[in-house]
């Protein structure tokens, strides 16, 4: 994490977050679960903005993820029992739980609000 470029999005803090940000997170996840994977702790912290080359020449913001230290298959991949309890986690996430596609989708949508 000290090597990569950027600030993470919890350290940037930008309202609303970027619309190229927000593309770049969703394509992230939909490879993810495509491939019947979940990423488990999609919370601004594990989001780095970077810059992104145009075809122009040009650059704009864009993002990646890390952290992939809870990722794992859909249903089977679990949260750990340490999980923070503090923070505002989806309906069915709970310590041990399984992880599901659809608790990544609404720590998503938090991302896309005001």
């Known amino acids: 994490m000290d090597f990569l470029p950027g600030k993470d999005l919890a350290t940037a ?17 939909r490879l993810l ?3 019947g994977f979940v990423f ?6 594990n989001i780095v903005l970077c810059e992104r080359n145009l075809q ?7 993002a ?4 992939f230290d809870w ?8 949260y750990p029992p340490s ?15 399984g992880m599901r596609k659809e608790h990544d989708d609404a720590l998503y949508l938090l991302l896309t609000r005001p």
């Open 83 to 97: 999980l923070n309890g503090s923070i505002w986690w989806p309906t069915g996430v709970k310590r041990g739980g």
């Open 13 to 29: 803090k930008p309202n609303p977050v970027p619309e190229r940000v927000l593309k770049d997170v969703g394509a992230a996840l």
């Open 40 to 45: 488990g702790d999609l919370r601004p912290p």
């Open 56 to 62: 122009d020449g040009g650059t704009e913001q864009g």
């Open 33 to 35: 679960h495509e491939g």
């Open 71 to 78: 990722a794992g298959k859909d249903g089977e991949q679990r």
């Open 64 to 67: 990646m993820l890390v952290d």
